[in-house]
């Protein structure tokens, strides 16, 4: 079920520069690659590769490998006794809320992907840790960025939510429901900084989950087209509406439902 809730909440600035050349989002307050057939056909001769050609995954068959490939990363880092929050906050000398991680975000100049983790101030009963906030620049660094969706894990890395906000929130360049959920492939990173695994990770957590994503972006639109502050304040300025629509999952269950 989807849900779409308002949050008061109060904001600390937040900002940075970026690796790839001041491209940190800053916010005035608040806040797969698929393994493909053809590898193993392209040396068997045309009629293989002409078999390749026609073949397409099903929708099935690109979530299963989304969902290998997340468990995959989280296996690797549980070998070394890691996880994805672990790894994403391995340089951090200190860990302070709404603070990016890494410092000055990660891009990935070839997709044009961008994210950040920050974490929440401590509150009793809470099962979020943070989130990952994940968009992308389409045309490129010095080009408009669009939030895609948070993702939200626990202390342990583990993934809890997926959710997406109100512009203010970000600060993002707006682009309506339908240009966002376009965007959704181009989120894929290959990238060292600040884990490979951990860009994997996000990766295939975005590709397993993107029917959903989808509808949590086009329930963002309408809860905002909706929205009508008492005050006169525009609905994507208002702090009153900060979280816009949100799903509660579990990737092992998700996973285990498509028998992985």
Partial sequence: MLR???????FAMLGGSCSGGGLALRRSTG???LCCRTCSLALRGPAAIGQAAAWRPTMDETRSEAARQALFC???????????LLETLREAKSVAAWEHFPQGDVFDPETGAQWYYHSHPPQEGQAEHGHFHCFVRPEGAKG?????VAVGVDAYGRLVRLFTVNQWVVGDDWLEAEG???????FDLHFARPSYLVNRWLAAVLALYADEIAALIRERDKVLAGHRPDNGTPARDDRALEVTSELGVDLRQTAAGLGV
């Fill in 144 to 148: 408009p960025i669009h939030h895609l």
């Fill in 180 to 186: 966002t959920v376009a965007l959704l492939p181009r």
């Fill in 74 to 84: 989280e296996q690797v880092l549980a070998k070394s006794g890691s996880n994805v």
């Fill in 31 to 33: 806040c797969i690659a």
């Fill in 4 to 10: 779409s809730r308002a949050v008061f909440r109060r």
